[in-house]
């Protein structure tokens, strides 16, 4: 996890305090990760792939709470800020795929029946539930070692262009969340509090003020949510309530979602057409 990345010098000591699980899972078991998932993730660290990913350069066009803001260190409309959405690459998505087969397994043993061969399950408690968790968790801590590397690379880049260090630049890390990861937490349920395996799948976690797993610097705000647009709209940083964490374990939405599919969007969508509507909003685009 990010533990690493601080003792290699790519991280500040204070991106460990705004991170979630201060960017180390400790269930993390890599001997369940498998040589494949390995061999795809060595060489991705530090980048960004495909899909929905970005690295972002925006603007702050309106502030909704200055207190709030000003906590997560946005002072004024007009500052630059950078958003960054990546997770654990390659390895990720092979951690996934051999935990589906493994699983596909253990729910003819244990006659589990789903409706969707993606919805693959295992019982927690079993074999491949735990050989998951432990592997899923090694994914999440190269997410953090993954976000942290391209968190160094965008400050050495900012320091480059403007001629001044990265800390003169204020360039300070506000949060750095998980999506598409299963945690172990305690819920109201029925007015009772029950252990829950809360799977947050297109989703983060978004916990309210007060709670004891978010940063001290957020105690008074909640924890900062990070809600990315599509290109060419804005996207949002907000705070976690307790009404969210009542109605949905504490869950938000990890961006602006899709109202296409994937192929659909390819299918009605010319390239050329995207490149001239963003350059008419004044945005530059960049593809690696």
């Not at 968790?137 to 968190?151: G, I, L, P, Q």
């Not at 009404?243 to 390819?266: E, Q, V, W, Y």
Request: glycine share 10%; hydrophobic share 35%; charged share 25%.
């Amino acid at each position: 996890g990010i533990d690493w990345s601080l003792r290699e010098g790519y991280a500040w000591p204070e991106d460990k305090e705004h991170c979630e699980e201060y960017g180390r899972m400790l269930q993390a078991d890599p001997r369940k990760v498998s040589s494949r998932a390995k061999k795809r993730g060595l060489p991705q660290l530090g980048t960004l792939g495909a899909g929905n990913h970005y690295c972002e350069i925006q603007v702050v066009d309106e502030v909704f709470d200055q207190r709030a803001a000003r906590q997560m260190g946005i002072e004024q409309v007009g500052q630059v800020v950078v958003m960054i959405h990546s997770g654990s690459r390659g390895l990720g998505h092979q951690v996934a795929t051999d935990a589906l087969t493994t699983m596909e397994k253990a729910m003819g043993r244990d006659n589990i029946r789903t409706n969707d061969k993606q919805l693959s399950s295992a019982r927690i408690d079993s074999q491949e539930g735990q050989d998951y968790l432990a592997a899923m968790a090694a994914a999440a801590n190269y997410a953090w070692v993954n976000r942290s590397s391209m968190t160094f690379l965008v400050r050495q880049a900012f320091a480059k262009v403007f001629g001044q260090s990265p800390d003169d630049l204020d360039m300070h890390l506000v949060y750095d969340v998980s999506h598409n990861i299963a945690k172990e937490e305690e819920h109201m349920v029925g007015g009772k509090p029950k252990r829950l395996l809360v799977h947050r799948k297109g989703a983060t976690r978004a916990f309210p003020p007060h709670h004891p797993l978010i940063p001290v610097d957020y105690q008074f705000t909640g924890q900062p949510v990070l809600i990315g647009g599509s290109m060419g709209t804005c996207s949002y940083v907000l705070t976690g309530t307790d009404k969210g964490m009542a109605d949905t374990f504490g869950s938000t939405c990890h961006g602006a979602g899709r109202a296409l599919s994937r192929n659909r969007s390819r299918n009605n969508l010319q390239y050329q057409d995207v490149l001239s509507s963003l350059t008419e909003q004044g945005i530059s685009i960049r593809v690696a």
